[in-house]
């Protein structure tokens, strides 16, 4: 399983690094690597023909939706989607926070977790269970993850305005390491880590780009955050 040492602010580059590269492509997590990023966030979903691949959104533009379409045909319309394989690969050392993409609202909703089995799959294959954490907003699909494996990190994704507090015991009732915040739902965010500490939880907060910001969380003790710029986030807590 991931540990994190504690003298160690993570710097995670959202999608890459996604405000100077197309975000969740080849370039964008090499670029993330160049500005010191200690890892990259990356989505997950799945295609017609039940391949893995990384993209954010549940639609492609220009064709519809992912899950609508094959590998093949995602890929002639867009020559630089990566496979979720490809992807990882494309990682080197980098930590990798996988998001598994999964409303109930979208079109390739997965009640039964095939995705998040799929992945969880993966990392054992390859051995990766001590450089990943796999997160969701979709609270059964953490909880399914968690149950098909006690050796990867699991990670509990929060939306904007929820009460962070609550969600964090929550999360850790039900055996996960993390908590991912969105900035707006931290009201106190050294009560909130203080909390988090006293559960040997993690809490990396999304999506951080302001200098003055990240080194406020830096000072409350969070274990890191999600940044679309990790050369700035870098320097912020350089400084």
Known sequence: MLTVPQDTFLIFGHRGASAHARENTREAIEVAAAQGAHGVELDVRRTADGELVVHHDSVAAGLGPIIEHTAGELRRHDPELLGFAEAMGACGDLIVNIEIKN???????????????????????????????????????????????????????????????????????????????????????????????????????????????????????????????????TAAVST
């Open 103 to 233: 409303f109930d609202t979208d079109p390739d909703f997965d009640p039964d977790d095939t995705v998040a089995a799929e992945v969880v799959a993966w990392v054992h294959e390859h051995g990766w269970e001590d450089r990943v954490i796999i997160s969701s907003f979709n609270h059964a699909t953490v909880d399914h993850i968690r149950h098909l494996s006690g050796a990867i990190a699991t990670g509990q994704l929060i939306l904007p305005g929820a009460d962070a507090a609550k969600q964090l015991l929550h999360a850790h009732l039900r055996g996960h390491q993390a908590l991912n915040p969105h900035l707006t739902s931290l009201t106190d965010p050294a009560e909130l880590s203080a909390v988090a500490a006293g559960l040997d939880m993690w809490l990396v907060a999304w999506t951080v780009d302001d200098p003055e910001t990240i080194r406020g969380l830096r000072s409350s003790g969070f274990t890191g955050i999600i940044t679309n710029a990790p050369a700035g986030a």
